[in-house]
């Protein structure tokens, strides 16, 4: 099998940093793109490692945010004090939510690196959870903030987050329809959903590491270059999208995502484009 070109890692690593905070599923533009292109499908172990690339740039975009939680959350451990603090309940709250996806995601690991992969799974968790997230945004109440957190509240987001093991659904997208409908405001669900997913990104990618460098198809360099524009893309399309969620709705992302299911639909019916 090839190796991964350098030209296949720059579009790759663009449509990572592009896709992955946006509701729309990074995991679905790498397999329609690679399909497409008529390029090997580069794995879960390659998505893995890139996506550290753009979990970078989430921890240098809320670096204060997380140098809080991290600090105070530590320090509550030992100060009973420090425990009411938000930015130790916070600390908890991510970790909860956090085992909802560890969990599945090791129950299921061959089905989610094999069969999920399948493009018709994909166009139908596009087309399925854009409709989802379209109704959570249209109709729900936009008043809840961080202070309205709760476990109860955390560990929905985190089974939320969790559904992101299917390819098409959108790690952001599940995380924040399930912010809204719980009645979150916009830019609050995306904000949770961007630290919720720190750990698991990079957890995944620690036990993905392994694989990769097993894998003919993937090359280290060409995928650390990959990894640096998911990076540089991604800091872009946070910076942009928190400014865009503080006054606008969800309404393109969810035309985007029905308007790109039903392509590749019809893709997959007419033979154009191979389901895997």
């Not at 694989?211 to 995928?223: E, G, H, L, Q």
């Given at each position: 099998?090839?190796?991964?070109?350098?030209?296949?890692?720059?579009?790759?690593?663009?449509?990572?940093?592009?896709?992955?905070?946006?509701?729309?599923?990074?995991?679905?533009?790498?397999?329609?793109?690679?399909?497409?292109?008529?390029?090997?499908?580069?794995?879960?172990?390659?998505?893995?490692?890139?996506?550290?690339?753009?979990?970078?740039?989430?921890?240098?975009?809320?670096?204060?945010?997380?140098?809080?939680?991290?600090?105070?959350?530590?320090?509550?451990?030992?100060?009973?004090?420090?425990?009411?603090?938000?930015?130790?309940?916070?600390?908890?709250?991510?970790?909860?939510g956090t085992l909802p996806?560890?969990?599945?995601g090791i129950a299921f690991?061959?089905?989610?690196?094999?069969?999920?992969?399948?493009?018709?799974?994909?166009?139908?968790?596009?087309?399925?959870?854009?409709?989802?997230?379209?109704?959570?945004?249209?109709?729900?109440?936009?008043?809840?903030?961080?202070?309205?957190?709760?476990?109860?509240?955390?560990?929905?987001?985190?089974?939320?987050?969790?559904?992101?093991?299917?390819?098409?659904?959108?790690?952001?997208?599940?995380?924040?329809?399930?912010?809204?409908?719980?009645?979150?405001?916009?830019?609050?669900?995306?904000?949770?959903?961007?630290?919720?997913?720190?750990?698991?990104?990079?957890?995944?990618a620690a036990l993905e590491?392994?694989?990769?460098?097993?894998?003919?198809?993937?090359?280290?360099?060409?995928?650390?270059?990959?990894?640096?524009?998911?990076?540089?893309?991604?800091?872009?399309?946070?910076?942009?999208?928190?400014?865009?969620?503080?006054?606008?709705?969800?309404?393109?992302?969810?035309?985007?995502?029905?308007?790109?299911?039903?392509?590749?639909?019809?893709?997959?019916?007419?033979?154009?484009?191979?389901?895997?």
């Open positions: 099998m090839e190796q991964l070109s350098w030209l296949q890692a720059i579009v790759l690593g663009i449509s990572q940093g592009l896709t992955e905070f946006l509701p729309v599923s990074s995991t679905a533009h790498t397999l329609i793109i690679a399909r497409l292109l008529h390029w090997p499908d580069p794995g879960a172990a390659f998505t893995a490692v890139t996506q550290v690339g753009t979990e970078l740039a989430v921890v240098i975009y809320f670096r204060a945010e997380i140098t809080a939680i991290i600090s105070t959350w530590g320090r509550s451990l030992l100060n009973r004090e420090l425990r009411s603090d938000p930015n130790a309940r916070m600390g908890w709250y991510v970790i909860l996806i560890a969990v599945l690991k061959d089905a989610i690196e094999t069969t999920a992969r399948n493009l018709w799974v994909v166009a139908f968790a596009l087309i399925f959870m854009g409709l989802i997230l379209g109704a959570a945004d249209k109709f729900a109440k936009h008043v809840f903030n961080e202070a309205n957190l709760n476990l109860r509240r955390g560990l929905l987001f985190g089974v939320g987050q969790s559904l992101a093991l299917i390819p098409g659904v959108s790690r952001s997208g599940a995380t924040i329809t399930f912010g809204l409908a719980m009645g979150f405001k916009r830019e609050v669900a995306a904000r949770y959903s961007f630290l919720l997913a720190i750990p698991a990104v990079f957890a995944s590491a392994n694989k990769i460098s097993a894998d003919t198809y993937v090359n280290w360099p060409a995928t650390l270059f990959a990894t640096v524009v998911a990076f540089i893309v991604g800091y872009l399309v946070i910076a942009a999208l928190m400014r865009y969620l503080s006054t606008r709705t969800f309404a393109p992302f969810v035309i985007y995502r029905v308007v790109l299911g039903g392509l590749l639909l019809a893709l997959l019916a007419s033979g154009t484009i191979s389901a895997t």
